[in-house]
């Protein structure tokens, strides 16, 4: 292969990761713009329904899809490079069977025994959501299938453009739906069911996003096919044998990416459980009390959303010094990756713990301020946790090490787990053990992942020198974010004193980051536009 042919191969390369970043940012922000509302329309209970339904789908939609789109866009890329192209079709099809057979179980199993899910959940109102669900199953499936083909020919863009129709149709019809619902529309809906039906609602507009998704991803394969299909002259594979070959490589990644939501799945039922069964309380109450936890992890998951975009920019980059066996350059950038993570993850961290009460007024005003402002303090710290736990997980895979991630998942789910079982049932402590739990879990993770990369990246520095000046830097920014919402709160009330304290902030703290001189020459360079930015900043 020529110089030149290899520089246009990874560029080709990078450019298709950064047009799934920009995807997949573009499609959180939607996420956040939906949920928001969502959560003020539907009001506790409601958003307790649509938590509890989600976290099944995301269980079962996880153990479906996973995988499998990784393992078919490898085989067909290897494939399409072999001029294998009688095979790679073969592949296709395998696929595309295998995802409709896994669909079509999930669905019956959410479609029958919505029920019997919902009471796992300790909620029967949950119920109608997990219906309302069910299809979705099947079509994210076919999706997976057709998004695993164009990735495996380096086309990002229809994954792309498909995930953000998918959160569009959540973001106007899911929630036009919830709003009739709640409002009194469909007559007969009884008064008692509205929260619960408008949050089943809310979810069509996931299960129509997806049909819509999985009809252009269609039309873009059979417009595409022709030039990606060849007449060819090889002998495909047998379907049992790609079978296997797509399933080595789809269960290990499909165990390691279900954690999570099972742990989640677990800590849900846990808690409304726990309300339950430890301090009395009924299910109608449980519910309202644990929507006021539902909005809190809903802001607190929001840096962590952003930072997978982050994540599938900048990591490629540790992979492909390893792959020029310079080790130690690979160290440089994940020393750069974790400090830029931490200046960006710490002050939005800090910034939802000082800031809770009165973020917590603005966007939730028909919330209990006195229980979601504690909550989301809580919780706050642990996003911080969280973005480095996503990075530092992406950083090991690089390195080779894909099992690790999954043994510290699993050591700070089981601590989650553990955790909320006994503080949640302590009535002084009550619904607040839900997010000390996650501190832990996600705590716990984070020097496991970190302990593991000392020994791994060897050359990557003192952590202390990597996180000290962004820490120090966040908790000025705080201090000061605190005092300046104090001062004005009295003046211009809470939503005007929020954007002096939000914009001061962060002017205080980009002055502190320069001064502090907490960013290398390596990390403004890993950034796009990175020798501009640097030359600007004196580097």
Not at 36 to 62: K, M, R
Not at 164 to 176: D, P, Q, R
Not at 182 to 199: C, H, K, L, V, W
Not at 407 to 432: C, F, H
Request: one cysteine or more; proline letters at 4%.
């Amino acid at each position: 292969m020529s110089e030149r042919s290899g520089k246009q191969k990874q560029n080709t390369m990078f450019g298709g990761v950064a047009i799934l970043a920009v995807g997949i940012a573009i499609v959180k922000l939607i996420g956040a713009l939906f949920k928001i509302p969502l959560f003020n329309v539907l009001g506790e209970s409601g958003a307790t329904d649509f938590n509890n339904a989600y976290a099944i789908y995301s269980v079962l939609l996880t153990i479906s899809t996973a995988g499998l789109p990784v393992a078919l866009s490898k085989t067909v890329s290897e494939a399409n490079t072999l001029g294998r192209h009688n095979h790679k079709q073969r592949v296709f099809r395998v696929a595309l069977t295998a995802f409709l057979t896994m669909g079509l179980v999930s669905f019956a199993v959410m479609w029958f025994g919505a029920d019997r899910l919902a009471g796992l959940m300790n909620n029967s109102h949950a119920a109608p959501g997990i219906m309302a669900l069910a299809p979705a199953v099947v079509c994210v499936g076919c999706l997976s299938a057709f998004r695993g083909y164009a990735q495996g020919h380096m086309n990002m863009t229809p994954t792309a453009v498909s995930q953000i129709m998918e959160a569009l149709c959540k973001l106007f019809l899911g929630l036009g739906l919830a709003a009739v619902v709640m409002q009194g529309g469909f007559a007969f809906i009884p008064d008692g069911e509205r929260t619960s039906f408008a949050a089943a609602g809310a979810i069509t507009g996931v299960t129509v996003g997806t049909v819509l998704a999985l009809a252009y991803m269609t039309v873009n394969y059979l417009r595409t096919r022709r030039q990606t299909s060849f007449v060819g002259t090889d002998t495909p594979g047998s379907v049992g044998g790609i079978f296997a070959q797509l399933m080595r490589i789809a269960v290990p990644i499909t165990l390691s990416t279900s954690l999570v939501p099972i742990i989640n799945v677990l800590d849900n039922s846990l808690v409304l459980g726990q309300l339950q069964d430890a301090l009395g309380m009924t299910e109608e109450a449980s519910r309202a009390l644990y929507g006021n936890y539902a909005v809190a992890v809903s802001l607190h998951n929001l840096p962590g959303s952003f930072m997978t975009a982050f994540t599938a920019a900048i990591i490629p980059a540790v992979s492909a010094a390893l792959a020029r066996k310079d080790r130690g350059g690979a160290a440089r950038i994940t020393s750069s990756v974790l400090r830029i993570t931490a200046l960006l993850a710490m002050p939005m961290g800090v910034g939802l713990m000082v800031m809770a009460g009165p973020i917590m007024r603005l966007l939730y005003p028909g919330y209990d301020v006195t229980i979601t402002g504690p909550l989301l303090a809580i919780a706050g710290p642990a996003a911080i946790c969280v973005c480095l736990v996503l990075v530092s997980n992406s950083v090991l895979q690089a390195y080779g090490h894909v099992n690790a991630p999954i043994v510290t998942t699993l050591i700070g789910g089981a601590v989650k787990v553990l955790a909320n079982y006994r503080l949640v049932a302590i009535p002084e402590v009550n619904i607040y053990g839900a997010p000390m739990g996650l501190l832990l879990c996600y705590g716990v993770t984070l020097v496991l992942n970190l302990v593991l990369l000392r020994r791994t990246a060897q050359g990557v520095g003192s952590y202390l020198k990597i996180f000290g000046k962004p820490l120090l830097a966040s908790a000025v920014m705080g201090s000061a974010a605190w005092a300046l919402y104090g001062l004005c709160a009295g003046l211009l009330g809470n939503t005007l004193a929020l954007v002096v304290a939000i914009g001061g902030a962060v002017v205080i703290y980009l002055i502190l980051v320069l001064a502090l001189r907490a960013m290398s020459r390596d990390d403004v360079m890993l950034m796009p536009k990175g020798e501009k930015i640097a030359k600007i900043l004196h580097f």
